[in-house]
């Protein structure tokens, strides 16, 4: 017997396609949800303003900067599909939200966000292109996925103490505190100022070296010959130093390897960096029981954040996306 679709999952597709068709020249569409289109501009909207906020957020934090925006631009049609589907659930349960959770949430962006200045928000939407209607839109879809997701993560079993105590063994060496590395750093620039050097072909010189290193070349001797950093004349060796002192990249790096383990290429803002691994004095742990309260509550985030992907996961399989 010939399969067939339900009436109304034909009627979908149809209107699906014929949205498709109809719109995605003219219109630019990057995806078509339960037959309720996102245009590629929406997604260009979403990008700029997001952007506009981290870059107002992250302004003395360069390199999260850059990584927020690369993982904002990889996932924003992404995350609009995921919240079409929740305002779908949230249209089929009659939800309704108050005027006033808006304006608070606005009002809460130009307090932390713009100290205050809520000129300064405006301003930044019209670079946007982008009216505060819109933005106040926006805010309204937001404050509906977070409630939706709030609703759907909440109702978790609270940890056991065997999870409390898996957790700490797990993580009792990000709550150290007095610790000190010994490592050695080779840094290869991203910009050299030399004919046919590129950001890319330095990266590419990066990995060879430490796939050199990998294979058992010296790190001393590869640090003097290609680091270009202010340690490179020593091998690249560096002092003792607290954990607090350095770049939290390198320090978290440095700290997850093993004593001479070499880690991958670091991509810092003006340099690749390869980090060894000389030493490492670990310092004094918290007990168990004063981190249990903060424990319970990281475990309790993390199963609500699993009951939020496993709700998204059965809304995506049930639903009809069709992207360009």
Same mark, same amino acid.
């Given at each position: 017997?010939?399969?067939?679709?339900?009436? &109304?999952?034909?009627?979908?597709?149809? #209107?699906?396609?014929?949205?498709?068709?109809?719109?995605?020249?003219?219109?630019?569409?990057?995806?078509?949800?339960?037959?309720?289109?996102?245009?590629? /501009?929406?997604?260009?909207?979403?990008?700029?303003?997001?952007?506009?906020?981290?870059?107002?957020? #992250?302004?003395?934090?360069?390199?999260?900067?850059?990584?927020?925006?690369?993982?904002?631009?990889?996932?924003?049609?992404?995350?609009?599909?995921?919240?079409?589907?929740?305002?779908?659930?949230? &249209?089929?349960?009659?939800?309704?939200?108050?005027?006033?959770?808006?304006?608070?949430?606005?009002?809460?962006?130009?307090?932390?966000?713009?100290?205050?200045?809520?000129?300064?928000?405006?301003?930044?939407?019209?670079?946007?292109?982008?009216?505060?209607?819109?933005?106040?839109?926006?805010?309204?879809? /937001?404050?509906?996925?977070?409630?939706?997701?709030?609703?759907?993560?909440?109702?978790?079993?609270?940890?056991?103490?065997?999870?409390?105590?898996?957790?700490? /063994?797990?993580?009792?060496?990000?709550?150290?505190?007095?610790?000190?590395?010994?490592?050695?750093?080779?840094?290869?620039?991203?910009?050299?100022?030399? &004919?046919? &050097?590129?950001?890319?072909?330095?990266?590419?010189?990066?990995?060879?070296?430490?796939?050199?290193?990998?294979?058992?070349?010296?790190?001393?001797?590869?640090?003097?010959?290609?680091?270009?950093?202010?340690?490179?004349?020593?091998?690249?060796?560096?002092?003792?130093?607290?954990?607090?002192?350095?770049?939290?990249?390198?320090?978290?790096?440095?700290?997850?390897?093993?004593?001479?383990?070499?880690?991958?290429?670091?991509?810092?803002?003006?340099?690749?960096?390869?980090?060894?691994?000389?030493?490492?004095?670990?310092?004094?742990?918290?007990? #168990?029981?004063?981190?249990?309260?903060?424990?319970?509550?990281?475990?309790?985030?993390?199963? /609500?954040?699993?009951?939020?992907?496993?709700?998204?996961? #059965?809304?995506?399989?049930?639903?009809?996306?069709?992207?360009?």
């Amino acid at each position: 017997m010939p399969f067939s679709l339900p009436k &109304a999952a034909t009627a979908l597709f149809l #209107l699906t396609a014929s949205l498709a068709n109809a719109q995605s020249m003219s219109n630019g569409l990057a995806a078509v949800v339960q037959g309720k289109p996102i245009t590629k /501009s929406e997604v260009r909207e979403t990008i700029k303003i997001q952007e506009q906020m981290l870059m107002m957020q #992250l302004q003395n934090d360069p390199d999260r900067l850059k990584k927020e925006i690369a993982n904002l631009r990889a996932t924003a049609l992404d995350a609009l599909i995921d919240r079409e589907l929740i305002l779908i659930e949230f &249209a089929k349960v009659g939800g309704v939200i108050k005027a006033q959770y808006v304006d608070d949430q606005i009002n809460n962006i130009v307090r932390e966000g713009y100290k205050g200045d809520r000129d300064a928000l405006v301003n930044d939407l019209a670079r946007a292109g982008m009216s505060m209607k819109k933005f106040r839109e926006m805010q309204e879809k /937001s404050i509906i996925s977070n409630v939706m997701r709030a609703k759907h993560g909440g109702e978790q079993a609270p940890p056991t103490p065997k999870e409390v105590e898996d957790y700490y /063994s797990k993580h009792v060496d990000e709550w150290r505190v007095g610790g000190q590395l010994k490592i050695s750093t080779i840094s290869i620039p991203k910009f050299t100022g030399e &004919a046919g &050097a590129t950001p890319e072909s330095q990266r590419k010189l990066a990995n060879e070296l430490r796939s050199q290193l990998l294979n058992g070349k010296d790190f001393a001797t590869m640090a003097r010959s290609y680091s270009q950093d202010s340690r490179a004349e020593f091998g690249g060796a560096w002092e003792w130093m607290p954990v607090t002192d350095l770049d939290p990249m390198i320090a978290t790096t440095a700290m997850g390897l093993k004593v001479g383990g070499i880690s991958q290429v670091l991509d810092k803002e003006t340099n690749y960096i390869i980090v060894s691994c000389d030493a490492k004095k670990p310092g004094e742990a918290p007990p #168990l029981e004063k981190m249990r309260v903060n424990i319970q509550r990281l475990i309790q985030a993390e199963k /609500s954040r699993k009951g939020v992907d496993e709700w998204m996961k #059965l809304l995506r399989q049930k639903a009809v996306i069709k992207r360009f």
